[in-house]
């Protein structure tokens, strides 16, 4: 009997779990949605007991359906979605639905957390308090809702949630707790200054865990409900992005993670943490022990050309629409299209934000906008880039994932505006990968993670820039580069009249 580890990558509109094998093979694979409610604008909530119910489903199908022998899982690790925010009473029962990381009702709590700590709060955490991070959400819970407050005893993000439930043992894996902006990032460990700041009890904070650390066995009553075995050990995990990360075997400084998905991040390996972005991108501690990563993000990266397909060509697949953007040019045309259609993170934190075309002729055709569409997401992944240029941080190798890594010519224009070789990985299977990867070094089948994830990631083609691509785009980008200032207060304006429809 072949020994298996799952990997349940705990995402925003689904769960999926892998089963892999030793040698890294994805021998079944099953997934579950479940729906996101968005009771006011702004607002985006899920019901935690869906994370479970789905995650159950999705097990009991890899063992009815697909086979998988019981006996056979050895260990679990999961990737989860980041920054919601799970409150629990005395008796850990949920109190009221979770916050996700896409909710922007906290405006005015993250101005309240930079008021009262300044320059501090970066310090410590690394980050800026940003709408979508955990301390705005539970100030704004104890400010909105404060007998849900009282009642609070304690609280998780969703993929520790969801080990609780299947272990019961609560605890906080490091690189999700980092993304909860109240972990003093060097050390490792929640940070005093901000429980005393925000007046939040010790005995609120969960027990930190490394993403390879046992977190306890399946427990009785979850194997009852799964059909799981509690033989079967359970290890911290990861945060997606840092998941994703492991599972593309993004594991040395001069390697970045270019990853386009609904939302886009950029992500860079950082051995230790003494690199300072002050704030401009995100600095979190990594699920490999004490090791970091930085990351930007573009939030609506292939939601733009998921927005442009679904409004101006519905009928047609990504990749005939993807690839009509061949008969444009390098500029496409003289059109630029900046991404902001949800508002922007990094390097704007600007919730407010839109997205604009600048340039149209009438020359222009729908294969000039969808190449528009490809190169602003790209330009805005450039700035980001710029950050690490500025901070002098170097690397030569971007490995490219996420449903834009299907397409070659978006990996040509990647390779072309970034001026470095953009590398595919062969099978790319994304952060359930990595959460099996943590399961593996957990069980002690590879002495590392590192170890591990070279022998589960293997690379495949690699785009090199084109010289002649490279130099115009680098002048298209002084362009793109004003852009934001330029449209920042009409876009402003504007907003009066989006909100009234
Ligand atoms: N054939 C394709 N070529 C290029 N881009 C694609 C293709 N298919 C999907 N995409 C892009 O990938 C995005 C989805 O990526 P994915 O990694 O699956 O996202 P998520 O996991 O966030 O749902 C889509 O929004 C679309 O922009
Ligand atoms: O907020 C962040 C990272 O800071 C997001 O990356 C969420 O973690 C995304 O979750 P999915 O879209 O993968 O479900």
């Known amino acids: 009997m072949e020994e298996l580890v799952l990997g349940v990558d705990l995402g925003t509109s689904a769960v999926k779990v892998s089963a892999v094998s030793r040698g890294g093979k994805i021998v079944a694979q099953r997934s579950f949605d479940y729906p996101l409610s968005q009771p006011k604008p702004g607002f985006s909530e899920q019901n935690p007991e869906d994370w479970v119910n789905g995650?159950?489903?999705a097990i009991v199908e890899l063992i009815l359906k697909d086979g998988i022998a019981v006996d056979a899982i050895k260990g679990i690790s999961y990737s989860g979605q980041m920054h919601g925010l799970v409150l629990l009473d005395q008796n850990k029962q949920v109190l009221r639905p979770a916050i996700l990381w896409n909710d922007t009702r906290t405006s005015q709590q993250t101005q309240e957390i930079s008021e009262q700590m300044g320059d501090e709060f970066i310090d410590i955490t690394r980050n800026k308090a940003l709408e979508g991070f955990t301390l705005p959400k539970i100030l704004w819970v104890k400010e909105n809702e404060p007998n849900i407050f009282a009642a609070a005893q304690t609280f998780v993000t969703p993929k520790d949630y969801l080990r609780y439930r299947m272990t019961?043992?609560?605890a906080m894996e490091i690189s999700d707790a980092a993304g909860t902006v109240m972990l003093d990032v060097a050390k490792g460990d929640w940070s005093s200054e901000i429980q005393a700041a925000f007046d939040l009890p010790v005995s609120f904070f969960p027990p930190i865990i490394q993403g390879i650390e046992a977190a306890g066995n399946i427990s009785e009553s979850y194997a009852?409900?799964?059909g799981l075995d509690t033989n079967t050990q359970v290890f911290g995990g990861a945060a997606d992005n840092a998941a994703g990360a492991i599972g593309s075997a993004i594991l040395k400084p001069n390697m970045?993670?270019?990853?386009?998905?609904?939302s886009g991040v950029v992500l860079k390996y950082e051995d230790n943490a003494d690199v300072d972005y002050h704030g401009q991108i995100h600095f979190f501690n990594h699920a490999i022990p004490n090791k970091y990563y930085s990351m930007g993000v573009t939030l609506a990266a292939g939601h733009s050309l998921n927005w442009f397909k679904s409004r101006f060509a519905p009928a047609e697949d990504f990749t005939d629409l993807v690839a009509s953007a061949e008969k444009s040019t390098v500029g496409a045309n003289g059109l630029l299209f900046t991404p902001y259609i949800v508002g922007e993170r990094t390097p704007y934190a600007d919730g407010d934000i839109r997205g604009s075309w600048l340039?149209?002729?009438?020359?222009?055709?729908?294969?000039?906008f969808v190449r528009s569409v490809l190169e602003g997401i790209i330009f805005s992944f450039k700035d980001i880039f710029e950050i690490y240029e500025a901070a002098g941080t170097q690397f030569d190798t971007v490995i490219a994932s996420g449903g834009g890594a299907k397409s070659p010519l978006w990996l040509q224009i990647q390779a072309d505006i970034f001026n470095k070789k953009v590398i595919v990985l062969e099978n790319e299977q994304g952060p359930g990968m990595g959460a099996a990867i943590l399961a593996a070094v957990g069980l002690g089948w590879f002495e590392s993670v590192e170890q591990a994830a070279e022998k589960f990631a293997s690379f495949g083609q690699v785009y090199e820039p084109m010289a002649e691509n490279v130099a115009k785009y680098a002048q298209i980008y002084q362009i793109y580069k004003q852009m934001y200032q330029q449209t920042a207060e009409i876009s402003h304006e504007l907003?009066?009249?989006?909100?009234?429809?």
Not at 256 to 262: A, D, E, L, Q, Y
Not at 495 to 501: K, M, T, W
Request: aromatic share 12%; proline share 0%; glycine share 10%.
């Open 224 to 226: 009852l409900f799964s």
């Open 359 to 368: 340039g149209i002729d009438s020359m222009h055709q729908r294969y000039d």
């Open 168 to 170: 019961g043992r609560l």
């Open 256 to 262: 970045v993670w270019s990853s386009i998905g609904t």
């Open 55 to 57: 995650t159950t489903m």
């Open 495 to 501: 907003l009066a009249y989006r909100r009234e429809n």
